[in-house]
Every structure is written in structure tokens, then in C-alpha cells.
């Protein structure tokens, strides 16, 4: 779970899906890791700046540096559950309907956590799921 660290409002092309306003605070984007490379792999991978986007977190990698990454190494894929969890938080909002969630049913796999709210406890309310 990459936190990324969005100083000013900014509009971001996400390749096919267009251009989008992403607004200042943290965002917050949950995924799995259970392609090549595993968790170190994916962590590595949102750690560096990568030039060809294959992903479209990788669009905002380019814009905004990774403030702090949460992760559980857990045989299950907890994303889609921790994506509806994440949805009901009445502070949180989602900048870009359908962010990493081409392949599933859920609303978004962004997240939006406002400055004001910068201090909410997100992993004690995912550990509680």
C-alpha cells in the first residue's frame, strides 16, 4: 500500500483513461503482490521512477514521491476487501473512478486522504477488517 505525497493539485494523464485532477494531500493506493518478482518486487518497482508505465500507478510514480508504504505478506488477496473497507471512510474520496481496478469490480484502487486528515490511522482500520 503505497501512500504518495501530492504537495499541489495536479492534473496527470493516465495514458488511455485521459487526463485527471488529482488533488493535494496523500494518496493512498492498495494492490497485491503475487506476480514475478513477489512483495520485494512490487515495493522496488514503487520505489523507482520508471519510465515506461505499465501500470497506472506508475503514472503518478512520475509526478509525486512514495511518502511511506504499509504491507502485509498474506496468502490472500486482501485489495478488493480492503478497497470497499477503504470506500467507506467518509474522510476519504476517490480522485479517479475504476485507478487500478480495470480487472475487478471495485470503485477504485485510489484513494484520496486530505491534509487535514493526514494523521488518520489507516492501517489500524485495515487490521481491524
Known amino acids: 500500500l503505497p501512500f504518495l505525497s501530492n504537495t499541489k493539485s495536479q492534473k496527470i494523464?493516465?495514458?488511455?483513461?485521459?487526463?485527471?485532477l488529482f488533488p493535494s494531500g496523500l494518496l493512498?493506493?492498495?494492490?497485491?503482490?503475487?506476480?514475478?518478482?513477489?512483495?520485494m518486487?512490487?515495493?522496488?518497482?514503487?520505489?523507482r521512477v520508471s519510465r515506461k508505465c505499465h501500470w497506472?500507478?506508475?503514472?503518478?510514480?512520475q509526478k509525486m514521491p512514495v511518502f511511506e508504504v504499509l504491507y502485509t505478506e498474506n496468502p490472500s488477496r486482501l485489495e478488493h476487501k480492503w478497497a470497499m473497507l477503504l470506500k467507506s471512510i467518509p474522510?476519504?474520496?476517490i480522485?479517479?473512478?475504476?485507478?487500478?481496478?480495470s480487472d475487478c469490480q471495485c470503485a477504485s484502487h485510489?484513494?484520496?486522504?486530505?491534509?487535514q486528515y493526514r494523521g488518520i490511522r489507516i492501517e489500524q482500520k485495515l487490521k481491524m477488517s
Open 13 to 20: 494523464n493516465i495514458g488511455k483513461q485521459g487526463d485527471f
Open 110 to 115: 485510489l484513494f484520496h486522504i486530505p491534509s
Open 41 to 47: 518486487g512490487r515495493i522496488s518497482h514503487h520505489l
Open 91 to 93: 474522510e476519504l474520496s
Open 28 to 39: 493512498l493506493y492498495v494492490g497485491s503482490a503475487f506476480g514475478s518478482g513477489g512483495l
Open 95 to 101: 480522485p479517479m473512478k475504476r485507478f487500478g481496478a
Open 56 to 61: 497506472h500507478i506508475d503514472y503518478l510514480l
